[in-house]
Protein backbone atom coordinates (compact mmCIF):
# COMPACT_ATOMS: atom_id res chain seq x y z
CA UNK A 1 0.00 0.00 0.00
CA UNK A 2 1.47 3.28 -0.53
CA UNK A 3 -0.39 5.17 1.78
CA UNK A 4 0.46 4.04 5.46
CA UNK A 5 -2.90 3.01 7.49
CA UNK A 6 -3.14 2.21 11.11
CA UNK A 7 -3.87 -1.58 11.11
CA UNK A 8 -4.67 -4.53 14.08
CA UNK A 9 -3.46 -5.34 16.95
CA UNK A 10 -2.18 -8.85 17.19
CA UNK A 11 -2.36 -11.80 20.94
CA UNK A 12 -0.19 -14.20 21.39
CA UNK A 13 -1.19 -16.78 24.13
CA UNK A 14 1.02 -19.68 25.51
CA UNK A 15 -0.18 -22.14 28.17
CA UNK A 16 2.36 -24.43 29.59
CA UNK A 17 0.24 -27.95 30.46
CA UNK A 18 3.71 -29.77 32.48
CA UNK A 19 5.43 -28.85 35.35
CA UNK A 20 8.72 -26.26 34.40
CA UNK A 21 11.05 -29.22 35.09
CA UNK A 22 9.39 -31.29 31.76
CA UNK A 23 10.49 -28.48 29.98
CA UNK A 24 13.96 -28.24 31.53
CA UNK A 25 14.79 -31.72 31.13
CA UNK A 26 13.10 -32.10 27.76
CA UNK A 27 13.91 -28.64 25.97
CA UNK A 28 16.99 -27.65 28.36
CA UNK A 29 15.37 -24.39 29.78
CA UNK A 30 12.40 -23.57 32.03
CA UNK A 31 12.04 -20.88 30.16
CA UNK A 32 10.47 -22.32 27.26
CA UNK A 33 7.16 -20.44 27.91
CA UNK A 34 8.49 -17.55 28.02
CA UNK A 35 10.94 -17.74 24.91
CA UNK A 36 7.96 -19.13 22.90
CA UNK A 37 5.84 -16.14 23.59
CA UNK A 38 8.75 -13.73 22.34
CA UNK A 39 8.75 -16.26 18.88
CA UNK A 40 5.21 -15.68 18.34
CA UNK A 41 4.87 -12.04 19.04
CA UNK A 42 8.02 -11.07 16.68
CA UNK A 43 6.44 -13.16 13.88
CA UNK A 44 3.34 -11.27 14.24
CA UNK A 45 5.42 -8.24 14.82
CA UNK A 46 3.29 -6.69 11.16
CA UNK A 47 0.40 -5.79 13.78
CA UNK A 48 1.85 -4.05 16.34
CA UNK A 49 4.32 -0.99 15.85
CA UNK A 50 3.22 1.65 19.07
CA UNK A 51 3.63 -0.94 21.54
CA UNK A 52 3.71 -4.49 23.58
CA UNK A 53 3.02 -6.06 26.53
CA UNK A 54 2.94 -9.24 28.40
CA UNK A 55 1.28 -11.12 31.37
CA UNK A 56 2.28 -14.29 33.08
CA UNK A 57 0.63 -16.24 35.64
CA UNK A 58 1.72 -18.43 38.09
CA UNK A 59 -0.56 -21.35 39.26
CA UNK A 60 -0.66 -22.49 42.92
CA UNK A 61 1.28 -19.99 44.46
CA UNK A 62 1.77 -19.65 47.91
CA UNK A 63 -0.63 -17.11 49.61
CA UNK A 64 1.98 -13.90 50.09
CA UNK A 65 3.58 -14.26 46.93
CA UNK A 66 3.19 -12.47 43.88
CA UNK A 67 1.72 -14.53 40.97
CA UNK A 68 1.13 -11.94 38.51
CA UNK A 69 3.71 -10.34 36.17
CA UNK A 70 2.96 -7.81 33.85
CA UNK A 71 5.47 -5.43 31.30
CA UNK A 72 4.59 -2.81 28.78
CA UNK A 73 6.25 -1.03 26.55
CA UNK A 74 5.67 1.83 23.92
CA UNK A 75 9.03 2.61 23.04
CA UNK A 76 10.62 2.47 19.43
CA UNK A 77 11.21 -1.56 20.03
CA UNK A 78 8.65 -2.29 22.11
CA UNK A 79 8.84 -6.17 22.29
CA UNK A 80 12.72 -5.90 22.28
CA UNK A 81 12.19 -3.32 25.25
CA UNK A 82 9.57 -5.84 26.95
CA UNK A 83 11.44 -9.03 26.75
CA UNK A 84 15.02 -7.41 27.82
CA UNK A 85 13.19 -6.25 30.52
CA UNK A 86 12.74 -9.87 31.53
CA UNK A 87 15.58 -11.28 30.20
CA UNK A 88 17.61 -9.29 32.18
CA UNK A 89 15.94 -10.72 35.62
CA UNK A 90 17.27 -13.85 34.63
CA UNK A 91 20.72 -12.82 33.54
CA UNK A 92 21.22 -10.94 36.93
CA UNK A 93 19.68 -14.15 38.92
CA UNK A 94 22.37 -16.35 36.89
CA UNK A 95 25.07 -14.33 38.26
CA UNK A 96 24.14 -14.45 41.64
CA UNK A 97 22.47 -17.73 41.78
CA UNK A 98 24.62 -19.85 39.55
CA UNK A 99 23.11 -23.08 41.24
CA UNK A 100 19.78 -21.68 41.79
CA UNK A 101 18.97 -20.90 38.23
CA UNK A 102 18.90 -24.32 37.03
CA UNK A 103 16.00 -25.26 39.57
CA UNK A 104 12.63 -24.63 37.80
CA UNK A 105 10.89 -24.88 41.38
CA UNK A 106 13.48 -22.06 42.34
CA UNK A 107 12.81 -20.41 39.33
CA UNK A 108 9.12 -20.09 39.94
CA UNK A 109 9.68 -19.06 43.69
CA UNK A 110 11.90 -15.94 43.15
CA UNK A 111 11.45 -14.40 39.42
CA UNK A 112 8.67 -13.11 37.49
CA UNK A 113 7.43 -14.55 34.36
CA UNK A 114 8.33 -18.19 35.23
CA UNK A 115 4.69 -18.77 35.71
CA UNK A 116 2.65 -21.31 33.21
CA UNK A 117 0.17 -18.91 31.86
CA UNK A 118 1.03 -16.28 29.11
CA UNK A 119 -0.45 -13.45 27.38
CA UNK A 120 1.03 -11.52 24.68
CA UNK A 121 -0.29 -7.75 22.77
CA UNK A 122 0.98 -6.26 20.12
CA UNK A 123 -0.44 -2.76 19.84
CA UNK A 124 -1.49 -1.28 16.50
CA UNK A 125 -3.17 1.70 18.20
CA UNK A 126 -6.52 3.06 16.30
CA UNK A 127 -7.22 5.52 18.43
CA UNK A 128 -6.00 7.65 21.51
CA UNK A 129 -2.14 8.29 22.37
CA UNK A 130 0.40 5.60 22.40
CA UNK A 131 1.44 6.27 25.76
CA UNK A 132 2.36 3.08 28.05
CA UNK A 133 -1.36 3.65 29.61
CA UNK A 134 -3.16 2.42 26.21
CA UNK A 135 -0.44 -0.69 25.97
CA UNK A 136 -2.22 -4.06 26.67
CA UNK A 137 -2.17 -6.53 28.33
CA UNK A 138 -5.08 -4.29 31.07
CA UNK A 139 -5.03 -5.75 34.46
CA UNK A 140 -8.10 -5.46 36.68
CA UNK A 141 -6.46 -6.13 40.30
CA UNK A 142 -8.22 -7.93 43.51
CA UNK A 143 -7.37 -9.69 46.48
CA UNK A 144 -9.44 -12.77 45.72
CA UNK A 145 -7.43 -14.69 43.06
CA UNK A 146 -9.93 -15.66 41.02
CA UNK A 147 -11.01 -11.71 40.63
CA UNK A 148 -8.08 -10.60 39.05
CA UNK A 149 -8.37 -10.23 35.42
CA UNK A 150 -6.02 -9.67 32.43
CA UNK A 151 -7.34 -8.20 29.07
CA UNK A 152 -5.61 -7.85 25.79
CA UNK A 153 -7.17 -8.18 22.60
CA UNK A 154 -7.83 -6.90 18.79
CA UNK A 155 -10.86 -5.37 18.58
CA UNK A 156 -13.16 -2.43 18.17
CA UNK A 157 -16.62 -2.12 19.46
CA UNK A 158 -18.60 0.49 17.88
CA UNK A 159 -21.54 1.02 20.66
CA UNK A 160 -19.29 2.36 23.43
CA UNK A 161 -21.65 4.66 24.12
CA UNK A 162 -24.46 2.40 24.88
CA UNK A 163 -22.03 0.16 26.69
CA UNK A 164 -20.78 3.20 29.02
CA UNK A 165 -24.23 4.06 30.40
CA UNK A 166 -25.23 0.00 30.75
CA UNK A 167 -21.80 0.32 32.81
CA UNK A 168 -23.12 3.23 34.41
CA UNK A 169 -26.61 1.09 35.23
CA UNK A 170 -24.46 -1.03 37.26
CA UNK A 171 -22.99 1.38 39.54
CA UNK A 172 -19.70 1.43 37.94
CA UNK A 173 -17.50 4.80 37.39
CA UNK A 174 -15.04 3.46 34.14
CA UNK A 175 -11.67 5.32 34.31
CA UNK A 176 -11.96 6.17 30.86
CA UNK A 177 -14.06 6.25 27.34
CA UNK A 178 -12.84 3.53 25.78
CA UNK A 179 -13.83 -0.14 24.09
CA UNK A 180 -10.71 -1.42 25.91
CA UNK A 181 -11.99 -0.32 29.44
CA UNK A 182 -15.34 -1.15 28.50
CA UNK A 183 -14.41 -5.11 27.88
CA UNK A 184 -12.38 -5.05 30.53
CA UNK A 185 -14.68 -4.07 33.45
CA UNK A 186 -17.77 -5.63 31.71
CA UNK A 187 -16.26 -8.82 31.93
CA UNK A 188 -14.67 -7.93 35.39
CA UNK A 189 -18.28 -7.51 37.15
CA UNK A 190 -19.52 -10.66 35.85
CA UNK A 191 -16.53 -12.06 36.98
CA UNK A 192 -17.34 -10.84 40.37
CA UNK A 193 -21.11 -11.39 39.95
CA UNK A 194 -20.26 -14.88 39.48
CA UNK A 195 -17.55 -15.33 42.23
CA UNK A 196 -20.22 -13.63 44.76
CA UNK A 197 -22.78 -16.16 43.59
CA UNK A 198 -20.60 -19.34 44.01
CA UNK A 199 -19.39 -17.89 47.67
CA UNK A 200 -23.05 -17.76 48.96
CA UNK A 201 -23.66 -21.16 47.46
CA UNK A 202 -21.04 -22.57 49.32
CA UNK A 203 -21.14 -20.92 52.35
CA UNK A 204 -24.74 -21.83 52.34
CA UNK A 205 -23.14 -25.42 52.19
CA UNK A 206 -21.28 -24.67 55.36
CA UNK A 207 -17.94 -24.65 53.73
CA UNK A 208 -15.06 -23.00 55.36
CA UNK A 209 -13.52 -18.99 53.62
CA UNK A 210 -10.61 -21.28 52.36
CA UNK A 211 -12.34 -24.04 50.42
CA UNK A 212 -14.79 -21.74 49.28
CA UNK A 213 -11.72 -20.20 47.62
CA UNK A 214 -10.48 -23.67 46.00
CA UNK A 215 -14.16 -24.48 45.00
CA UNK A 216 -14.64 -21.47 43.09
CA UNK A 217 -11.26 -21.77 40.93
CA UNK A 218 -12.72 -25.26 40.29
CA UNK A 219 -16.32 -24.34 39.31
CA UNK A 220 -16.21 -20.89 37.90
CA UNK A 221 -18.33 -20.87 35.06
CA UNK A 222 -16.53 -18.90 32.21
CA UNK A 223 -18.82 -19.29 29.41
CA UNK A 224 -21.71 -17.85 31.63
CA UNK A 225 -19.82 -15.03 32.72
CA UNK A 226 -18.49 -14.45 28.77
CA UNK A 227 -21.95 -14.66 27.56
CA UNK A 228 -24.01 -12.07 30.22
CA UNK A 229 -20.80 -9.68 29.29
CA UNK A 230 -20.54 -9.90 25.72
CA UNK A 231 -24.45 -9.61 24.92
CA UNK A 232 -24.57 -6.53 23.69
CA UNK A 233 -21.39 -6.12 21.83
CA UNK A 234 -20.91 -5.21 18.21
CA UNK A 235 -18.00 -5.15 16.83
CA UNK A 236 -15.11 -7.23 15.54
CA UNK A 237 -13.28 -8.75 18.18
CA UNK A 238 -10.84 -11.41 19.44
CA UNK A 239 -10.22 -10.92 22.98
CA UNK A 240 -7.94 -13.18 25.19
CA UNK A 241 -8.19 -13.23 29.33
CA UNK A 242 -6.39 -14.62 32.02
CA UNK A 243 -7.79 -15.52 35.62
CA UNK A 244 -5.84 -14.83 38.65
CA UNK A 245 -6.55 -18.55 39.54
CA UNK A 246 -5.11 -19.80 35.95
CA UNK A 247 -8.29 -20.17 33.67
CA UNK A 248 -7.81 -18.77 30.35
CA UNK A 249 -10.24 -17.78 27.15
CA UNK A 250 -9.84 -15.95 24.12
CA UNK A 251 -13.35 -15.34 22.30
CA UNK A 252 -14.29 -14.62 19.04
CA UNK A 253 -16.91 -11.85 17.33
CA UNK A 254 -19.81 -13.68 15.99
CA UNK A 255 -19.33 -12.71 12.93
CA UNK A 256 -15.94 -14.09 12.63
CA UNK A 257 -14.13 -10.90 11.44
CA UNK A 258 -11.19 -11.01 13.18
CA UNK A 259 -8.91 -14.05 12.85
CA UNK A 260 -7.67 -16.80 15.69
CA UNK A 261 -5.85 -19.86 15.56
CA UNK A 262 -4.85 -22.56 18.08
CA UNK A 263 -2.93 -25.81 18.75
CA UNK A 264 -2.62 -27.54 21.55
CA UNK A 265 -1.45 -31.12 23.37
CA UNK A 266 -0.48 -32.33 25.96
CA UNK A 267 2.69 -29.71 26.34
CA UNK A 268 1.20 -27.01 25.78
CA UNK A 269 -1.83 -24.48 24.18
CA UNK A 270 -1.34 -21.66 22.28
CA UNK A 271 -3.38 -19.27 20.35
CA UNK A 272 -2.42 -16.48 18.17
CA UNK A 273 -3.58 -13.47 15.22
CA UNK A 274 -1.89 -15.72 12.77
CA UNK A 275 -1.78 -19.09 11.85
CA UNK A 276 1.75 -18.99 10.45
CA UNK A 277 3.46 -17.32 13.66
CA UNK A 278 1.90 -21.05 15.46
CA UNK A 279 3.30 -23.17 13.03
CA UNK A 280 6.81 -21.41 12.80
CA UNK A 281 7.03 -21.44 16.73
CA UNK A 282 6.31 -25.07 17.70
CA UNK A 283 7.25 -26.11 13.48
CA UNK A 284 3.41 -27.24 12.99
CA UNK A 285 2.08 -28.66 9.70
CA UNK A 286 -0.72 -26.11 8.61
CA UNK A 287 -3.03 -28.83 9.48
CA UNK A 288 -2.56 -29.23 13.21
CA UNK A 289 -3.96 -25.63 13.36
CA UNK A 290 -7.67 -24.86 14.23
CA UNK A 291 -9.82 -21.71 14.10
CA UNK A 292 -11.79 -20.62 16.75
CA UNK A 293 -15.18 -20.76 15.80
CA UNK A 294 -17.19 -17.15 15.40
CA UNK A 295 -19.29 -16.33 18.51
CA UNK A 296 -17.10 -19.01 20.69
CA UNK A 297 -14.32 -18.93 23.26
CA UNK A 298 -11.29 -21.02 23.28
CA UNK A 299 -11.80 -21.54 27.34
CA UNK A 300 -8.51 -23.52 28.94
CA UNK A 301 -9.22 -24.42 32.62
CA UNK A 302 -6.69 -24.78 35.12
CA UNK A 303 -6.71 -28.59 35.06
CA UNK A 304 -5.83 -28.35 31.59
CA UNK A 305 -8.88 -29.15 29.87
CA UNK A 306 -9.50 -27.05 26.56
CA UNK A 307 -12.79 -26.59 24.62
CA UNK A 308 -14.56 -24.40 22.05
CA UNK A 309 -17.96 -23.18 24.56
CA UNK A 310 -20.52 -20.42 22.42
CA UNK A 311 -20.79 -17.30 23.93
CA UNK A 312 -23.02 -15.77 21.47
CA UNK A 313 -25.15 -16.92 18.57
CA UNK A 314 -22.61 -16.93 15.52
CA UNK A 315 -24.34 -14.74 12.55
CA UNK A 316 -23.15 -15.06 8.34
CA UNK A 317 -19.60 -15.42 8.56
CA UNK A 318 -17.63 -12.31 7.04
CA UNK A 319 -14.23 -12.90 7.89
CA UNK A 320 -12.09 -9.45 6.61
CA UNK A 321 -10.97 -9.57 3.59
CA UNK A 322 -8.89 -6.65 3.76
CA UNK A 323 -6.73 -8.23 6.43
CA UNK A 324 -5.96 -10.88 3.39
CA UNK A 325 -4.97 -8.14 1.03
CA UNK A 326 -2.90 -5.87 3.04
CA UNK A 327 -1.66 -6.62 6.55
CA UNK A 328 -1.78 -10.22 7.75
CA UNK A 329 1.78 -12.14 7.21
CA UNK A 330 1.77 -13.71 3.61
CA UNK A 331 3.74 -16.51 5.19
CA UNK A 332 0.60 -18.00 5.20
CA UNK A 333 -0.29 -20.80 2.97
CA UNK A 334 -3.86 -20.16 2.18
CA UNK A 335 -3.54 -15.70 2.28
CA UNK A 336 -0.10 -16.77 -0.43
CA UNK A 337 -2.43 -18.52 -2.51
CA UNK A 338 -5.06 -15.71 -2.46
CA UNK A 339 -2.63 -12.78 -3.15
CA UNK A 340 -1.57 -14.52 -6.09
CA UNK A 341 -4.93 -14.89 -7.31
CA UNK A 342 -5.69 -11.07 -6.75
CA UNK A 343 -3.01 -10.34 -9.48
CA UNK A 344 -3.99 -13.19 -11.54
CA UNK A 345 -7.49 -12.49 -11.99
CA UNK A 346 -7.04 -8.68 -13.43
CA UNK A 347 -5.30 -9.32 -15.92
CA UNK A 348 -8.10 -8.92 -18.44
CA UNK A 349 -8.78 -5.74 -17.51
CA UNK A 350 -5.18 -4.96 -17.65
CA UNK A 351 -4.59 -6.14 -21.13
CA UNK A 352 -7.59 -3.91 -22.41
CA UNK A 353 -5.83 -1.46 -20.95
CA UNK A 354 -2.52 -1.82 -22.55
CA UNK A 355 -4.30 -3.08 -25.82
CA UNK A 356 -2.68 -6.74 -25.34
CA UNK A 357 0.56 -4.68 -26.66
CA UNK A 358 2.58 -6.85 -24.40
CA UNK A 359 5.70 -6.87 -26.19
CA UNK A 360 5.81 -3.01 -25.03
CA UNK A 361 4.61 -3.13 -21.71
CA UNK A 362 6.81 -3.46 -18.43
CA UNK A 363 4.99 -5.05 -15.20
CA UNK A 364 6.61 -4.21 -11.89
CA UNK A 365 5.08 -3.52 -8.32
CA UNK A 366 5.59 -1.30 -5.46
CA UNK A 367 6.94 -2.60 -2.20
CA UNK A 368 6.14 -5.05 -0.25
CA UNK A 369 2.97 -6.40 0.25
CA UNK A 370 2.06 -6.39 -3.46
CA UNK A 371 4.67 -8.46 -4.41
CA UNK A 372 2.45 -11.66 -3.85
CA UNK A 373 -0.69 -10.20 -6.39
CA UNK A 374 2.71 -9.22 -8.43
CA UNK A 375 3.53 -12.95 -8.95
CA UNK A 376 -0.36 -13.84 -9.71
CA UNK A 377 -0.26 -10.97 -11.94
CA UNK A 378 2.49 -12.22 -14.09
CA UNK A 379 1.33 -15.72 -14.00
CA UNK A 380 -2.08 -14.70 -15.80
CA UNK A 381 -0.02 -12.71 -18.46
CA UNK A 382 2.04 -15.91 -18.66
CA UNK A 383 -1.57 -17.77 -19.15
CA UNK A 384 -2.66 -15.30 -21.77
CA UNK A 385 0.50 -15.48 -23.67
CA UNK A 386 0.55 -19.51 -23.94
CA UNK A 387 -2.75 -19.35 -25.68
CA UNK A 388 -1.43 -16.69 -27.92
CA UNK A 389 1.42 -18.62 -29.20
CA UNK A 390 -0.25 -21.35 -28.98
CA UNK A 391 -2.57 -19.79 -31.66
CA UNK A 392 -0.23 -18.27 -33.73
CA UNK A 393 1.85 -21.92 -33.92
CA UNK A 394 -1.49 -23.41 -34.91
CA UNK A 395 -2.00 -20.75 -37.63
CA UNK A 396 1.32 -20.82 -38.80
CA UNK A 397 0.80 -24.82 -39.56
CA UNK A 398 3.67 -27.07 -40.78
CA UNK A 399 5.75 -24.43 -42.66
CA UNK A 400 6.67 -22.73 -40.03
CA UNK A 401 10.18 -21.48 -40.32
CA UNK A 402 12.78 -21.61 -37.33
CA UNK A 403 12.92 -17.82 -37.13
CA UNK A 404 8.96 -17.52 -37.06
CA UNK A 405 8.95 -20.16 -34.06
CA UNK A 406 11.93 -18.89 -32.17
CA UNK A 407 10.06 -14.99 -32.61
CA UNK A 408 6.34 -16.58 -31.26
CA UNK A 409 8.26 -18.36 -28.46
CA UNK A 410 10.13 -15.29 -27.56
CA UNK A 411 7.16 -13.42 -26.48
CA UNK A 412 6.85 -13.21 -22.54
CA UNK A 413 5.77 -10.69 -19.83
CA UNK A 414 8.42 -8.10 -19.38
CA UNK A 415 9.47 -8.26 -15.89
CA UNK A 416 11.66 -5.40 -14.01
CA UNK A 417 12.40 -4.11 -10.72
CA UNK A 418 11.27 -0.26 -10.70
CA UNK A 419 10.39 0.54 -7.15
CA UNK A 420 12.44 1.21 -4.56
CA UNK A 421 11.68 2.55 -1.29
CA UNK A 422 14.14 4.70 0.34
CA UNK A 423 14.11 5.60 4.21
CA UNK A 424 11.66 8.33 4.73
CA UNK A 425 13.57 11.07 6.13
CA UNK A 426 9.88 13.44 5.97
CA UNK A 427 10.07 12.68 9.73
CA UNK A 428 12.66 15.20 10.34
CA UNK A 429 11.41 17.98 8.44
CA UNK A 430 8.63 20.43 9.67
CA UNK A 431 8.61 22.85 6.90
CA UNK A 432 5.45 21.97 4.82
CA UNK A 433 7.45 22.33 0.99
CA UNK A 434 10.87 20.62 2.44
CA UNK A 435 8.90 17.79 3.17
CA UNK A 436 6.96 17.38 0.11
CA UNK A 437 9.71 17.25 -1.76
CA UNK A 438 11.25 14.58 0.50
CA UNK A 439 7.75 12.96 -0.09
CA UNK A 440 8.68 12.80 -3.65
CA UNK A 441 11.58 10.82 -2.93
CA UNK A 442 10.50 8.28 -1.12
CA UNK A 443 11.02 5.98 -3.75
CA UNK A 444 13.19 5.76 -6.05
CA UNK A 445 13.52 4.28 -9.49
CA UNK A 446 15.80 1.43 -11.72
CA UNK A 447 16.68 3.51 -14.81
CA UNK A 448 17.37 1.92 -18.09
CA UNK A 449 14.33 -0.32 -17.61
CA UNK A 450 11.65 0.99 -19.90
CA UNK A 451 12.13 2.85 -23.64
CA UNK A 452 11.13 5.96 -23.60
CA UNK A 453 7.77 6.98 -25.56
CA UNK A 454 7.03 3.25 -26.39
CA UNK A 455 6.58 1.10 -23.54
CA UNK A 456 3.74 1.21 -21.23
CA UNK A 457 4.42 0.68 -17.50
CA UNK A 458 2.32 -1.27 -15.10
CA UNK A 459 2.55 -0.79 -11.70
CA UNK A 460 0.21 -3.44 -9.14
CA UNK A 461 -0.09 -2.10 -5.49
CA UNK A 462 -2.24 -4.23 -2.87
CA UNK A 463 -4.66 -1.37 -2.76
CA UNK A 464 -5.05 2.11 -2.63
CA UNK A 465 -7.00 4.52 0.11
CA UNK A 466 -5.79 8.00 -0.35
CA UNK A 467 -3.55 8.35 -3.12
CA UNK A 468 -1.55 10.77 -1.57
CA UNK A 469 1.86 8.83 -1.84
CA UNK A 470 0.82 7.82 -5.89
CA UNK A 471 0.46 12.04 -6.41
CA UNK A 472 3.40 13.35 -4.69
CA UNK A 473 5.81 10.48 -5.13
CA UNK A 474 5.42 7.59 -6.93
CA UNK A 475 3.72 8.37 -10.29
CA UNK A 476 6.12 11.60 -10.77
CA UNK A 477 9.22 9.05 -9.71
CA UNK A 478 7.19 6.33 -12.72
CA UNK A 479 7.48 9.16 -15.47
CA UNK A 480 11.05 9.68 -15.21
CA UNK A 481 11.52 6.54 -16.72
CA UNK A 482 9.51 7.92 -19.89
CA UNK A 483 6.98 5.51 -20.02
CA UNK A 484 4.01 6.41 -22.53
CA UNK A 485 1.46 5.40 -20.33
CA UNK A 486 1.37 4.77 -16.61
CA UNK A 487 -1.35 2.28 -14.98
CA UNK A 488 -1.56 1.78 -11.57
CA UNK A 489 -3.27 -1.49 -10.55
CA UNK A 490 -5.26 -2.01 -6.96
CA UNK A 491 -5.32 -5.44 -6.13
CA UNK A 492 -8.30 -4.61 -4.16
CA UNK A 493 -11.85 -2.74 -5.04
CA UNK A 494 -12.31 1.13 -4.52
CA UNK A 495 -12.72 1.96 -1.04
CA UNK A 496 -15.44 3.39 -0.18
CA UNK A 497 -16.70 2.97 3.10
CA UNK A 498 -15.10 3.33 6.55
CA UNK A 499 -13.96 0.32 8.65
CA UNK A 500 -14.85 0.44 12.25
CA UNK A 501 -13.90 -3.41 13.13
CA UNK A 502 -9.94 -2.75 13.94
CA UNK A 503 -8.55 -0.63 10.70
CA UNK A 504 -8.05 3.17 11.49
CA UNK A 505 -10.28 3.97 8.31
CA UNK A 506 -13.40 5.90 9.80
CA UNK A 507 -12.96 8.75 8.27
CA UNK A 508 -14.44 8.94 4.61
CA UNK A 509 -13.16 12.20 3.78
CA UNK A 510 -9.41 10.30 3.94
CA UNK A 511 -10.84 7.90 0.54
CA UNK A 512 -9.92 9.05 -2.72
CA UNK A 513 -12.56 7.41 -4.61
CA UNK A 514 -15.09 9.01 -1.91
CA UNK A 515 -13.62 12.68 -3.44
CA UNK A 516 -13.93 11.19 -6.75
CA UNK A 517 -17.37 10.61 -6.20
CA UNK A 518 -18.01 13.94 -4.39
CA UNK A 519 -16.61 15.91 -7.59
CA UNK A 520 -17.99 13.52 -9.79
CA UNK A 521 -22.03 15.00 -8.39
CA UNK A 522 -20.81 18.19 -8.38
CA UNK A 523 -19.54 18.20 -11.95
CA UNK A 524 -23.15 16.64 -12.97
CA UNK A 525 -24.92 18.97 -11.45
CA UNK A 526 -26.06 16.56 -8.57
CA UNK A 527 -24.89 18.47 -5.77
CA UNK A 528 -28.70 17.53 -4.31
CA UNK A 529 -27.96 14.30 -3.70
CA UNK A 530 -24.74 15.17 -1.30
CA UNK A 531 -27.90 17.08 0.71
CA UNK A 532 -30.04 14.37 0.72
CA UNK A 533 -27.69 11.63 2.13
CA UNK A 534 -26.51 14.24 4.62
CA UNK A 535 -30.13 14.98 5.85
CA UNK A 536 -30.74 11.23 5.52
CA UNK A 537 -27.20 10.40 7.82
CA UNK A 538 -28.59 13.35 10.34
CA UNK A 539 -31.99 11.84 10.97
CA UNK A 540 -30.52 8.48 11.19
CA UNK A 541 -28.33 9.00 14.34
CA UNK A 542 -31.36 9.49 16.41
CA UNK A 543 -32.31 6.18 15.81
CA UNK A 544 -31.73 2.61 17.49
CA UNK A 545 -28.37 1.40 15.94
CA UNK A 546 -30.57 -1.75 14.78
CA UNK A 547 -32.89 0.62 12.35
CA UNK A 548 -30.15 2.55 10.64
CA UNK A 549 -29.18 2.01 7.06
CA UNK A 550 -26.04 3.00 5.18
CA UNK A 551 -27.46 5.85 2.78
CA UNK A 552 -23.69 6.90 1.77
CA UNK A 553 -23.74 4.19 -0.56
CA UNK A 554 -26.15 6.56 -2.72
CA UNK A 555 -23.30 8.84 -3.18
CA UNK A 556 -21.74 6.01 -5.28
CA UNK A 557 -24.90 4.76 -7.15
CA UNK A 558 -24.61 7.28 -10.21
CA UNK A 559 -21.65 6.47 -11.53
CA UNK A 560 -19.81 3.10 -12.47
CA UNK A 561 -16.83 1.83 -11.08
CA UNK A 562 -15.10 2.85 -14.03
CA UNK A 563 -16.19 6.73 -14.02
CA UNK A 564 -14.80 7.18 -10.62
CA UNK A 565 -11.59 5.12 -11.62
CA UNK A 566 -10.74 7.31 -13.94
CA UNK A 567 -11.75 10.38 -11.77
CA UNK A 568 -9.36 9.65 -9.16
CA UNK A 569 -6.58 9.10 -12.22
CA UNK A 570 -7.63 12.76 -13.30
CA UNK A 571 -7.20 13.27 -9.58
CA UNK A 572 -3.98 11.92 -8.46
CA UNK A 573 -2.43 13.00 -11.59
CA UNK A 574 0.09 15.76 -11.30
CA UNK A 575 0.16 18.14 -13.43
CA UNK A 576 3.72 18.70 -14.67
CA UNK A 577 4.44 14.76 -15.31
CA UNK A 578 4.08 13.73 -19.52
CA UNK A 579 2.90 10.42 -19.08
CA UNK A 580 -0.72 9.15 -19.49
CA UNK A 581 -2.18 7.94 -16.05
CA UNK A 582 -4.73 4.77 -15.90
CA UNK A 583 -5.87 3.39 -12.21
CA UNK A 584 -7.36 -0.39 -12.80
CA UNK A 585 -9.27 -1.58 -9.11
CA UNK A 586 -9.75 -5.16 -8.47
CA UNK A 587 -13.86 -6.05 -9.20
CA UNK A 588 -15.48 -7.05 -6.06
CA UNK A 589 -16.77 -9.83 -7.51
CA UNK A 590 -13.39 -10.98 -8.66
CA UNK A 591 -12.14 -10.49 -4.91
CA UNK A 592 -15.04 -12.82 -3.90
CA UNK A 593 -13.13 -15.45 -6.28
CA UNK A 594 -10.40 -15.10 -4.80
CA UNK A 595 -10.95 -15.36 -1.49
CA UNK A 596 -13.80 -17.25 -1.21
CA UNK A 597 -14.19 -17.68 2.52
CA UNK A 598 -13.25 -14.29 3.45
CA UNK A 599 -16.39 -12.12 2.30
CA UNK A 600 -16.07 -9.18 4.62
CA UNK A 601 -16.15 -6.72 2.01
CA UNK A 602 -18.24 -3.57 3.68
CA UNK A 603 -14.34 -1.38 3.10
CA UNK A 604 -15.98 -2.03 -0.81
CA UNK A 605 -19.07 -2.54 -1.17
CA UNK A 606 -20.76 -1.19 2.45
CA UNK A 607 -22.51 -4.12 3.30
CA UNK A 608 -21.88 -4.02 7.25
CA UNK A 609 -21.69 -7.40 8.59
CA UNK A 610 -22.83 -5.37 11.95
CA UNK A 611 -25.34 -2.92 12.66
CA UNK A 612 -23.15 -0.72 14.19
CA UNK A 613 -21.37 -0.67 10.74
CA UNK A 614 -24.40 1.56 9.56
CA UNK A 615 -24.43 3.72 12.27
CA UNK A 616 -20.48 4.31 12.00
CA UNK A 617 -20.83 5.31 8.34
CA UNK A 618 -23.93 7.57 8.42
CA UNK A 619 -22.04 9.22 11.71
CA UNK A 620 -18.47 9.73 9.15
CA UNK A 621 -20.57 11.25 6.38
CA UNK A 622 -22.01 13.64 9.01
CA UNK A 623 -18.73 14.37 10.49
CA UNK A 624 -17.33 15.18 6.56
CA UNK A 625 -20.30 17.18 5.61
CA UNK A 626 -19.91 19.20 9.16
CA UNK A 627 -15.90 19.71 8.81
CA UNK A 628 -15.41 17.46 11.61
CA UNK A 629 -12.08 15.87 11.83
CA UNK A 630 -12.67 12.86 14.07
CA UNK A 631 -13.30 9.75 14.54
CA UNK A 632 -16.90 8.35 13.91
CA UNK A 633 -17.33 5.91 16.85
Known amino acids: MSDQIK ?3 GIALVRLLKPLSYYK ?122 RNLVVAGNFNLT ?7 QLLELGQHPKEKSDTVTVLEKIGHFLDEENE ?25 IQRILKRAARNWDGGYVIAGLIGHGDAFVMRDPNGIRPAWFYHDDEIAVVASERPAIQTAFNLPVEALQEIKPGHALIIRKNGKIDQQQFREPGERKSCSFERIYFSRGSDVSIYKERKELGRVVCPTILESVDYDLRNTVFSYVPNTAESAFYGMVKGMEEYLREVKKRKIMKAGPGITEAQLDDILSIKPRIEKIAIKDAKL ?12 LVAHV ?14 LVIIDDSIVRGTTLKKSILRMLDRLGPKKIVIVSSAPQIRYPDCYGIDM ?37 LPTAQMENHVKAIYKPFTAEQISAKIAQMIRPKDINAEVEIIFQKI ?19 YPTPGGNKVVCRSFVNYMEGRNERAY
Not at 207 to 220: A, K, Q, V
Not at 426 to 437: A, C, L, M, V, Y
Not at 443 to 456: E, L, S
Request: hydrophobic share 30%.
Open 506 to 542: AKLGDFVAFAAAINLLEENNLEHIIDEVYHKCKEQLS
Open 25 to 146: EKYGTAFYGVNKLYLLMEKQHNRGQDGAGVANIKLDVEPGNRYISRHRSNANQPIAEVFNKINTRFADAAKEFPNEIQDPEWLKANLPFTGELFLGHLRYGTYGKNSIENCHPFLRQNNWMT
Open 197 to 221: LLFKRYKQEGESNRDITRLISETID
Open 426 to 437: RTFITDDSQRND
Open 7 to 9: HEC
Open 589 to 607: EDLHKACPDHTGDWYFSGN
Open 443 to 456: YDITYGTVKKGTDN
Open 159 to 165: NVDELLS
